[in-house]
């Protein structure tokens, strides 16, 4: 049984800083992506960012790209997100979610997610 957990969410100024993580066991195939997603109120899910096992590969949406990164902990198989420069509109519920999909940031194509972890920046 695929279990995906994400943690580290909270409240943060804009301007700040934020890592979450995830972690994933039981997922059956040896070659998948993580993706981290998010979902404000009122919005629909979108995609963040996605880092490809192995190798690493990663992927970003263009709203986060130079803001944000994607990581992988080989050693306990934690994937992080590490949130630079947050302003308002990075405010939402963040979701952690596993595809057998090469680089998608489409979440019709995540099989596996977690239950979320909320992240508000305030001014």
């Known amino acids: 049984q695929v279990k995906v957990v994400e943690s580290g969410g909270g409240s943060v100024q804009v301007g700040g800083s934020m890592r979450l993580s995830c972690r994933v066991s039981g997922y059956a195939y040896s070659k998948y992506s993580v993706g981290w997603f998010r979902q404000a109120p009122g919005k629909e899910r979108e995609g963040v960012a996605t880092?490809?096992?192995?190798?690493?590969?990663?992927h970003y949406a263009e709203p986060v790209k130079g803001r944000f990164a994607i990581s992988r902990d080989s050693a306990d198989d934690t994937i992080y997100l590490q949130m630079n420069s947050l302003n308002s509109d990075d405010s939402a519920m963040y979701y952690c979610?596993?595809?057998?999909?090469?680089?998608?940031?489409?979440?019709?194509?995540?099989?596996?997610w977690g239950q979320g972890t909320r992240v508000t920046v305030s001014s």
């Open positions: 979610a596993v595809s057998p999909v090469f680089g998608s940031l489409t979440a019709s194509r995540y099989t596996d």
């Open positions: 880092i490809w096992t192995p190798g690493d590969f990663t």
